[in-house]
């Protein structure tokens, strides 16, 4: 059975006095009657209140700022989806007029929240400790980019498992067979869940995949064109036709790759990717590729964030949008069909 979370209008009701009176006396407000202040204590003790951390600064004045944490991986600072996010957030502070700290953490460190007024989690690889002592500590957050269901904390992510099925979906519609895959990092929520929603596509249509079919990467280009070169190497006979990359910036190595072995995309080798990175479109050939909506995620969160500091929302927000297909040029029916 679950507890109900004490509110503030729950003091309120017991003390007999308004909202705005047991913000005063939580805040420390010299103004207020002692009778009031005296009701407002005995509340608070006999219903064991926790008073919202955000919500006293903010009352103060003093709660303008959030906290970005992010985990750290190579080439975060080249990665677009790191620099869309960050976007994101900087933009809806910017709006706000908040102040942002950004913090890149390996999940170790403990955390110094006491200026802040709320934390958005970038993810959580490695870092859970830091999440729940921010719970603990009654501190307001907010995680982007994984579904978090065993915290009680709010999160907006993106339906990685619904993308990485429309990606085989799509590679199947068009007739392949010989579908590979390169894998993100599989210890994170997003590349896991991209690669079980691609390997359900293509369970689905029926489609073996080989082990050697599917390449372990990292998001970053270097695992890429290992990854592409192995493929490439193969038999044309054997050789995949079809080649999911889960990271734009995966998929447009790929087709580097291809191009420096003489291999034609998509007459060759059909390529899709995931993001809806901008440099997609100005390549050689336009990226067919699974859009997610990053930007909208991350200054969602932050007004979402913003509202729960300043005591607008109370419950817990638990949001996942859903990721598009997007086609342009790079795939195409396999030439031996």
């Keep these: 059975m679950t507890t109900k979370k004490i509110s503030i209008k729950d003091v309120a009701s017991r003390a007999k006095v308004s909202i705005t009176t047991v913000s005063r006396v939580i805040n420390k407000v010299p103004t207020v009657n002692k ?25 103060s004045g003093s709660n303008n700022t959030i906290g970005l944490i992010m985990p750290g991986y190579p080439g975060i600072f080249h990665s677009f989806f790191a ?3 960050i976007r994101g957030v900087g933009h809806a502070c910017e709006s706000l007029r908040l102040d942002m700290v950004f913090h890149i953490s390996d999940g170790n460190a403990p955390l110094s929240i006491n200026y802040l007024g709320g934390i958005v989690f970038a993810d959580i690889i490695e870092n859970r400790k830091q999440v729940e002592s921010a719970i603990a500590d009654n501190m307001q957050c907010m995680v982007i980019n994984n579904v978090v269901q065993d915290l009680d904390v709010s999160y907006i992510a993106v339906n990685n498992l619904k ?10 519609g068009l007739g392949h067979k010989r579908i590979a895959g390169i894998t993100g990092n599989l210890k994170t929520q ?8 691609f390997m359900k596509g293509l369970d689905e249509a029926k489609i073996d995949v080989p ?6 990467g990292d998001y970053s280009r ?3 064109r290992q990854a592409a070169e192995f493929f490439f190497s193969m038999d044309p006979k054997s050789r995949p036709t079809a080649i999911f990359a889960q990271s734009d910036d995966m998929a447009l190595e790929v087709i580097a790759v291809a191009y420096e072995m003489g291999i034609r995309v998509p007459e060759d080798v059909s390529v899709i990717g995931f993001d809806d990175n901008p440099q997609a479109i100005y390549g050689p050939v336009g990226l067919t590729t699974i859009r997610q909506p990053i930007f909208e995620m991350a200054e969602r969160a932050v007004r979402t964030l913003h509202e729960m500091m300043s005591g607008k929302r109370e419950e817990k927000i638990k949001q996942v949008l859903d990721p598009e297909l997007v086609i342009r040029d790079s795939c195409a029916a396999p030439s031996n069909s």
Excluded at 35 to 59: D, G, H, W
Excluded at 190 to 197: E, S
């Design 35 to 59: 009778r009031n202040v005296a009701r407002v204590e005995e509340a608070v003790l006999a219903l064991k209140y926790r008073p919202n951390i955000s919500a006293q600064r903010l009352a």
């Design 190 to 197: 997003a590349g896991f869940d991209r690669f079980d929603g």
């Design 83 to 85: 620099i869309e996010l």
């Design 211 to 216: 082990k050697e079919y599917i390449y372990r």
């Design 222 to 224: 270097r695992s890429a």
């Design 163 to 172: 993308g990485g099925k429309l990606a085989a979906e799509y590679l199947t």
